[in-house]
């Protein structure tokens, strides 16, 4: 789509509409008269946001209730689009077989119209699978599904873009191919979409307008957008305009696809999901795309949760040039984020938008879990500011809590191949049900994992990743929710953004650190669980893995060491806490003792031979009869606690009285032996040792002597 230049008020010549003249004054816009004619002109609204008068100026307003008024207007603005969107459409079954159950003859057309276009399709399919290229040819046929469904319209561009996030459904090259639907649809006539404006709103166009682009800047699947002035506020707004008579043309459609439906539930054995139910959902979710009124309200939402931090963007949706076939809203000077050389030719990195999409990604998905569901490179532009903003809030998901912490559960358990641990995971996700056996995918993950990569996972490409449990999905009889579908569409996206700035650019490695930092302090039991599950393995806590954790967490810019493992530090002290404490119990034993003879170690190996003859009866660098392997681990262990314990001190705000709960464990009446224990543990073992010790040097002695 060509983008408008400045001045963008000239019409093309020989439009239905005529020209817009240039005055010295700034631009002034002649509306043709068929337009003029039939609507009255209205008074307008004055669109927010209105500027905020200074409070130590001489305005007499303070800053607070100026925002209260504005916030009410607004708010008044919203519900009059609301009462102009009464009518929006919306999907029910019934009302399309009304509507569609007497008029056979379109029926009749359109059904040959997709018939001849799918089953030629289903032919060539056919004909590969014979002559066994169906392989071979699998891009070349995914292409040509991509420009089928551009060729039948919005309804199956939608059901292509539905598709292209469903690596369940659809191999790999078919879900590149159809992540394509986003561009180069056709434009309808701007004569239309003018009116359209105009009939929508009860307002002429010049009344709302100083100026408007002459034709669309671009086209999507449901609408097209203009460029324009704001007459009253002199803003400059982007102008969604839904193409004319779609409602009819899905609506058709789905009548279609859902007898279609009918007849597979009825005579399609294989197929065992409820076919006409996912046809529903589906269809319910393109209505609401039909909504404008509900994209801006998803945009406030959105825009409410997200840009609370200055390097995102949302815009303004403008209420009062706003129905269920216009939104109006701030116009975003920017660059798609996928014209790298523009971004970079304004100075700026391309990683460092990537990396702010990733951390808001990461937050829309698993802290609120509200989410933009269609995060296509189109959709999110880079300001001259440097920020990045997202645009297009037709298509919204929402992740369940549990749904939530079971993904960062499973990063977290695929991070450290704990592969048991994630097939467990999929009943969590509710990709299966419970009584699947997990077992035989456990091999298969280990086989995948083990075989791509050498290093760490977080190394791993996100997308050999994505592909790689694809496959699994694809292989067994994983359901995979929608939700979880595009999350991983969404990384996929930004991960092939990086790719072309920093071919050695790794999604998982940069969002590691927010999910490190979640299972560190999250207070959500399931990953209090998670965390304590990761830490402990047969009875022994696995130092390595938090040393990690908090390297990691440390990371992500809103991790807090205040809050680290205290969910599970408030659990030790809880009346669940029991199992967790008899662990610490066995842990703070190891841990002493590690010091202890550690530290006698150092001694032992400082002192000169003929001292150790003297004590220990023995020169040789054996401790206490350790081995050189039991030294090793202690000595490492002592290091290990040592260099977590330095960690925590340098990390901004550590206060050592965190980790009071172990403090207080070890006085609780119930381990209030702890002390003595860990004080008779260390010393039976220390007795054992130089028993051993001595025990073997009179053995040795006595040998010598016979
Ligand atoms: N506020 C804005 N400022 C600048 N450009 C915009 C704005 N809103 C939309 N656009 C442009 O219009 C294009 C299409 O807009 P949008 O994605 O909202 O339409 P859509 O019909 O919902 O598309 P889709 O087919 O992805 O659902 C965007 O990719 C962008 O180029």
Known sequence: MSTVVPPYSLWRSGDAISRLNASPHGTSLVIPKFLRSKHPRAALVEARPRAVPAVNGDTSLPTQLVLTVDRTDDLQAEARAMARAANAPFYSPELLANTYG???????????QILVALSSFGIKLWLDKNSGQLDQ????????????????????????????????????????????????????PDAEAFLCIEKELGLSLDSIFSSISPSPIAAASLGQVYKARLKQSGKVVAVKVQRPNIEEAIGLDFYLIRSLGFLINKYVDFISSDVVALIDEFARRVYQELNYVQEGQNARRFKKLYADKED???????????????????????????????????????????????????????????????????????????????????????????????????????????????????????????????SPIVPVLRNFFDDTLNATVSELNFKTIVDGLGAVFYQYPFNVPAYYALILRSLTVLEGLALYADPNFKVLAASYPYFAKRLLTDPNPYLRDALIELLFKDGKFRWSRLENLLLQGRKDRDFSVKEALQPVLKLLLGPDGE????????????????????????????????????????????????????????????????????????????????????????????????????????????????????????????????
């Not at 998901?397 to 991070?415: D, K, L, Q």
Request: charged share 25%; with cysteine; proline share 5%.
């Open 102 to 112: 007497s008029r056979p003859i379109e029926i009749l057309r359109r059904s040959l």
């Open 137 to 188: 040819n699998k891009r070349r046929r995914a292409a040509e599904l991509r420009r089928i469904f551009t060729r039948l319209g919005p309804t199956f561009v939608k059901l292509g873009q539905g598709l292209s996030t469903r690596p369940d459904i659809c191999p790999p090259e078919y879900l590149e191919e159809l992540s394509e639907l986003q561009d180069g649809l056709p434009t309808f």
């Open 312 to 438: 995102v963007l949302v815009p303004d949706i403008f209420w009062d040039y706003t129905s269920s076939k216009v939104l109006t809203m701030e116009w975003v000077d920017g660059v798609k984020l996928n014209e790298q050389e523009a971004i970079e030719r304004q100075g700026l990195k391309v990683l460092d938008l990537v990396n702010t999409g990733i951390q808001c990604s990461l937050r829309q998905l698993l802290e609120y879990g509200y989410f933009h569901a269609d995060p296509h490179p189109g959709n999110l532009l880079a300001t001259p500011e440097g920020k990045l903003a997202f645009l297009d809030f037709g298509m919204m998901s929402e992740t369940p809590e549990e749904a939530r912490c079971a993904i960062i559960g499973h990063v977290v358990h695929m991070v450290n191949r704990d592969y048991e641990a994630m097939a467990r995971d999929y009943y969590a996700l509710d990709f299966l049900s419970p009584e699947t056996d997990v």
């Open 579 to 706: 199992g967790l404490r008899a662990l610490a119990v066995k842990e703070a034993i190891r841990v002493t003792e590690a010091f202890v003879l550690g530290t006698v170690n150092d001694t032992y190996n400082s002192m000169p031979d003929f001292m150790r003859l003297i004590i220990f009866r023995d020169s040789t660098s054996r401790t206490l009869g350790m081995s050189n392997e039991e030294q090793g681990s202690m000595i490492e262990l002592r290091d290990q606690v040592l260099r977590i314990w330095r960690l925590l001190q340098s990390s901004e705000n550590f206060d050592p009285a965190l980790l009071q709960p172990i403090v207080q464990v070890l006085q609780q009446p119930e381990a209030r032996s702890l002390g003595g224990r860990i004080f008779s543990g260390i010393t039976q073992r220390l007795a054992a040792r130089l028993l051993q010790q001595v025990l073997r040097a009179s053995t040795t002695v006595s040998a010598s002597t016979v």
